[in-house]
């Protein structure tokens, strides 16, 4: 084995965002770009000697990703690769390999929702040992590298069948090619009722799960229709395709329309479900509802007890703080704590280290447990396969109970996307402006009791995080919020989030319910004179 140490320039913009660096495919394809992100991640964590687990989306430039990563692994010292096969490894999965073979950490390729092919998107993150993404004080270590790295390390060439199980040895390094699906589903079968789901299909009842042509499809179609006996096609666009063939991969109702026909359909089947590119994010539909994902937090926190793994209780939950406080009033009721984060899972991971959440979730339909450190979308199904098989109420059933009970929290996100930055920063920056003079004003005819731009102090770790999102809440408990996303590739998206929680009307059009809050948060953040849109890109 013949180490190269190759010169290179640093580029501008290798910081990483909530969930690791993304950049469109032709940025990474650029000579010694992703090279040198590697290089900073192997600087930044002493990786020599250890175990590393490697995968991704199966995305266009995953397979060129992996020869590159398996190269420098060799070349840095890393004593042991764990790779899916085919380089496939949904990003919950990594975690779950990560924390069976006691790994010490993994790197996920993967740009998550964003489209792929190669006009698309690309991304790449580092998991610690826990199986959870990055702390920022590591993230931003390996950005402080990236920007005066001058030479990396790989190995001129490296000898392995990517699609064959089994052992390679690359000079000191051994390479394992592993099945991507089996550690996950053995955990998946210590946490879930099998033997009940089983019983509910075996009974003639339907799914249909979107993989959206991404991640997911192997894990969906071994568990859902090979252990749990679902008819053969339940799952849909099951095969990983580059391009995610032509799909949006993102679960929501603006990118899974073919689902949402399904499910409206004359013909409908009992159960909907689908999940993105790299199958951390879910969505659950039911014949007459579409579950928003606060709303399903709340559902699975309130009816934990009923699934095995989680039959003792939970220590407490968490979400982010642009998620809907639906889980909070559940969590009043349980007399558990409930922690409100910053958007990003990593924030997370100390809770759940700490054993101080069991659930938790954020409204970009991502929905976990302490099973792993990362969201995971085919165990949030197994959560309403599990709640749907045992109670024997339908996934609308369950909503409309739980709204009963605990009352409805109304709730969209409107996405601008793709606006200019300068006038993105430029909205976000009169916004804080206005801050001190909101409280105690009347907005959509509603009280102002709290405006500020939300930080957080982590209970574990004390560390601190500082303008993570603009929060007005009346006294109602209605909210707005206001965010720019790190996860996009094209300019800024500018997130804007709406809460309104009622508790005797439970059957309204969620946009109507929340008409004076909408029409409220643009004239506040004057989003047209600002940007020039009318109408956000997306609501969801």
Known sequence: MTIQTISTRAFDGQKPGTSGLRKKVTVFQQPHYLENFVQAIFDTVPLAGCTLVLGGDGRFHNRVAVDTI????AANGVARVLVGKGGLLSTPAVSCVIRKHGAAGGIVLSASHNPGGPDGDFGIKYNIGNGGPAPEKITDAIYAVTQTISEYRITESATFDLDTLGHYQVGDMMVDVIDPV???AELMQQLFDFDAIRAWFAAGHTLRFDAMSAAAGPYATRIIEGL???PTGSVVNGVPLEDFGGHHPDPNPAHATELIDAM????APDFGAASDGDADRNMVVGRKHNVSPSDSLAVLAANATLIPGYAKGLAGVARSMPTSCAVDVVARELGIECFETPT???FFGNLLDAGKVTLCGEESYGTGSDHVREKDGVWAVLCWLNLVATTGKSI??????HWARFGRHYYSRHDFEGIDTAAANTLVDGLRAKLPLLAGSEIAG???VLADDFAYDDPVDGSHSAKQGIRVIFNDGARIVYRLSGTGTDGATLRVYLEQPERERLDLDAQDALAPLIAASRE???IKGLTGRDAPTVVT
Do not use: C, F, H, I
Not at 70 to 73: D, I, K, L, S, Y
Not at 264 to 267: D, E, L, Q, Y
Not at 396 to 401: F, G, R, V, Y
């Open 70 to 73: 398996v190269r420098m692994a």
């Open 182 to 184: 089996d550690d996950y």
């Open 228 to 230: 749990l006996g679902a």
């Open 264 to 267: 409206r359909s004359n013909n």
């Open 344 to 346: 990003g899972w990593k």
């Open 396 to 401: 609308d059933e369950l909503l409309e109970a």
């Open 446 to 448: 509603k009280r102002v």
């Open 524 to 526: 506040l953040a004057n």
